[in-house]
């Protein structure tokens, strides 16, 4: 079965770094579990820790140690990105396309309207929790997976309807 816990991590070595990363994840709608606001004053005298956050709980935690089930971002600026669009509450897996034709299965994270944002990597929750690449990408267009394709040329569109190609109009 699998793992269905989704969320991210990052590392940060100053109180500073922290403190302006809380602010913005707190901003984005997360809460601070309890004991991590124990260890917000530990940390001052610590050489460094990695906050988590749990995209489904909404939850940051401070961790002295990688010792967590969660990707770690290299990134600050891809950590906040990912960590404000979990809060958006859409994540469902989807075919993507940009061109109709070619079809790849990409957990969507948002419908922009015209546009949809996806993992790049990863087709299943397990891939995406322990992949160290944490980039996303814009599709043009989504369906869901049980979307049942139909492949038909102009001449069998023609031949149902007892007529030529030229004279088709297909709007």
Request: overall charge negative; some cysteine; proline content about 1%.
């Amino acid at each position: 079965m699998e793992n269905t816990k989704r969320g991210i991590a990052v590392q940060v070595s100053t109180y500073d770094e922290y403190n302006d990363l809380i602010k913005k994840l707190l901003s984005s709608g997360y809460e601070i579990d309890k004991l991590s606001l124990y260890i917000r004053e530990q940390f001052k005298y610590h050489l460094g820790g990695y906050i988590v956050v749990d995209f489904d709980s909404k939850i940051i935690t401070l961790e002295l140690l990688d010792n967590f089930n969660y990707p770690i971002s290299d990134n600050i600026e891809d950590f906040i990105k990912l960590a404000r669009i979990s809060t958006l509450k859409y994540h469902k897996f989807m075919l993507v396309s940009n061109d109709r034709r070619t079809w790849y299965k990409r957990l969507v994270l948002k419908d922009l309207g015209g546009y949809y944002i996806a993992w790049k990597f990863g087709q299943t929750c397990k891939e995406i929790e322990y992949s160290d690449n944490i980039e996303l990408e814009k599709w043009t267009y989504a369906v869901d997976l049980t979307t049942k394709f139909v492949e038909i040329t102009t001449e069998e569109i023609a031949e149902k309807f007892n007529t030529t190609v030229e004279s088709l109009i297909i709007k």
